[in-house]
T-cell receptor
Framework: EAQVTQNPRYLITVTGKKLTVTCSQN?????MSWYRQDPGLGLRQIYY???????DKGDVPEGYKVSRKEKRNFPLILESPSPNQTSLYFC????????????FGSGTRLTVV | GESVGLHLPTLSVQEGDNSIINCAYS??????FIWYKQESGKGPQFIID?????DKRQGQRVTVLLNKTVKHLSLQIAATQPGDSAVYFC?????????????FGQGTILTVHP
């Protein structure tokens, strides 16, 4: 089944403790992206990647890092999480032009206390 | 800053009615638009897209209309069903592609009553 897989689905952590949210897609998509979703603010793009080793900032990149060492994986790294990063995070991938938009994962709900 | 927004945050309809969800965008450089549906506890799901060189595009029970003059697009759902209840987002990007930097509107909650 074609899908984007995120892990974990739920995570509670403490301020300052580094964490990684993994994302993997099995569709051989070149393009991947991370979003956060907050009430009243909708979905905001954090980072995106157009290919292996090619990443760029979205609208809200501060406090996040990403890497794209392999085509299928696009982990999101929070080096020093803070409570304002408590949010619902989505990873997505796309086959590019004409592919009909991004395919989203099921989400990771992160709580930073 | 420039962003994609929605006129109506909530919409309630009766089963079988047609639904229209609206979206306004402010950046005239936007040239590719996508509608997503998000059900509770799930990620957004692609519904339909349209490029700026088109005014209308139809899918299965859905139609997207684009009015570049007033920077407005809409999603029409025919014969709305309870399974259509969800949050609907429009998204825009520049460069004519479905990848890269996407900007989403805040969403419209559609509730379909049996």
């Amino acid at each position: 089944e074609a899908q984007v897989t995120q892990n974990p689905r739920y995570l509670i952590t403490v301020t300052g403790k580094k964490l990684t949210v993994t994302c993997s897609q099995n569709m051989n998509h070149e393009y991947m992206s991370w979003y956060r979703q907050d009430p009243g603010l909708g979905l905001r793009q954090i980072y995106y990647s157009m290919n292996v080793e090619v990443t760029d900032k979205g609208d809200v990149p501060e406090g996040y890092k990403v890497s794209r060492k392999e085509k299928r994986n696009f982990p999101l790294i929070l080096e020093s999480p803070s409570p304002n990063q408590t949010s619902l995070y989505f990873c997505a991938s796309s086959g590019g032009q004409g592919a009909g938009g991004y395919t989203f994962g099921s989400g990771t709900r992160l709580t930073v206390v | 800053g420039e962003s994609v927004g929605l006129h109506l945050p909530t919409l309630s309809v009766q089963e079988g009615d047609n639904s229209i969800i609206n979206c306004a965008y402010s950046n005239s450089a936007s040239d590719y638009f996508i509608w997503y549906k998000q059900e509770s506890g799930k990620g957004p799901q692609f519904i339909i897209d349209i490029r700026s060189n088109m005014d209308k595009r139809q899918g299965q029970r859905v139609t997207v209309l684009l009015n570049k003059t007033v920077k407005h697009l809409s999603l029409q759902i025919a014969a709305t069903q309870p399974g259509d209840s969800a949050v609907y987002f429009c998204a825009e990007t520049r460069g004519g592609t479905s990848y890269g930097k996407l900007t989403f509107g805040q969403g419209t909650i559609l509730t379909v009553h049996p």
